[in-house]
């Protein structure tokens, strides 16, 4: 009886210790501040509202807020919008994607917009991910449209580095007066400096948070070759963590500023922040990225990003002006075509040369 129990026990320890294995990447990665672990999940019924569709929403433990599933079916797609817009801010929510056996033609999309108020010349923040055909993994794409910039689009993709299918990961976009940043489980993919050359092209008026699941067949696999398959209906996407935090918006300023065409941020002052927690998303620590962060942007960069606009040449002859500076050039490493067709499917960090890349 005891040699069992022995036995038992250290096949458990192998299992623990195979399990451990598998962790340690995300460990090592865990080095990395976790930026969203420092905002506050909101409740879902306080700070959102649905758009579309019919979400089912379930309450979580407190940290995580309320968790919300979104369900694309035969007869809609489903999406939800934060009740708030802010001046800046820091959005940010985990998020467990549809089963990938057949995802192709769906479209998940985690973004921030002003596209209702202000139509002509919106701007938006996105993370927008485009499901597969069967054993092809999803894809990621952010892009980022300032001042109804959209003939200009921005678009950069990425591979996943983890099945996002499998397991809730965190998605955040920091957005203030110095840059634009995408991250993924707190590892930046992507900046974008406020910079001259970008000018009006800054998003600069307060935006609202957005989740959406929808049919894209039209364009969103092999660019439409692979329409949604009903067949493995419902499609749900889950989200908990849901956390914003910048200056809200006034309603009533942002009229005054259609009718009088005031700038916007003056007279709103952007200055008080309605929340008792003092994390601040404007605030001198999030004006720039450490080095570690750098490091762990330029490795993820130069390993997973696929897709620049900035080195589209047939669709940008002439580069866009930000491309040619500094910053963008330095963070800047494609891998080949050849490299990413031969992968079939998601890789797991490779910790040795993640630490060759400085962290
Ligand atoms: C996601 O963020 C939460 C804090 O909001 C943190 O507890 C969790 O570990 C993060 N998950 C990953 C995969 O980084
Ligand atoms: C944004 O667009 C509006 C309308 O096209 C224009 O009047 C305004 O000057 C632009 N703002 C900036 C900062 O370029
Ligand atoms: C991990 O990266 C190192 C150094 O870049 C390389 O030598 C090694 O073969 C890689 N390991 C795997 C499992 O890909």
Known sequence: MIIMRTQLMGLILTIMSAIRINALPVKEFARLEDMSGRFQALSFTEAYSVIWGSPSISSLEPDHGDAVHLKLDKTSGSGFVSLENYMYGFYSTSIKFPVQDYAAGIVLAFYTSNGDEFPSNHDELDFEFLGNIKGRPWRMQTNVYGNGSVAHGREERFDF???????????????????????????????????????????????????????????????????????YAPF?????????????????????????????????????????????????????????????????????????????????????????SRVAASSRVLRSRKQRTKRANYRSFNLTSARESGF
């Open 236 to 324: 749900i996407a889950s989200f908990k963590s849901l956390k914003m935090q910048g200056c809200a918006a006034n309603p009533f300023l942002q009229n005054l500023e259609k009718e009088n065409t005031r700038p916007l941020a003056s007279s709103m002052g952007c200055t008080s922040l309605e929340t008792d927690n003092s994390v601040n998303p404007l605030e001198a620590e999030f004006l720039s990225l450490s080095p570690q962060q750098e490091a762990a942007m330029a490795w993820v960069r130069s390993t997973y990003m696929y897709y620049s606009y900035c080195d589209d040449k047939s669709r940008y002859p002439t580069p866009l002006p930000e491309c040619t």
């Open 161 to 231: 580095w983890f099945n996002p299918t499998a397991d809730y990961h965190n998605y955040s976009i920091l957005w203030n007066q110095h840059h634009i940043v995408f991250m993924v489980d707190s590892i930046p993919i992507r900046e974008m400096i406020r910079s001259e050359p970008l000018e009006g092209d800054y998003p600069s008026k307060p935006m609202g948070m957005y989740a959406t699941l929808w049919d894209g067949s039209a364009w969103a696999t092999d660019g439409g070759r692979f329409k949604v398959d009903y067949k």
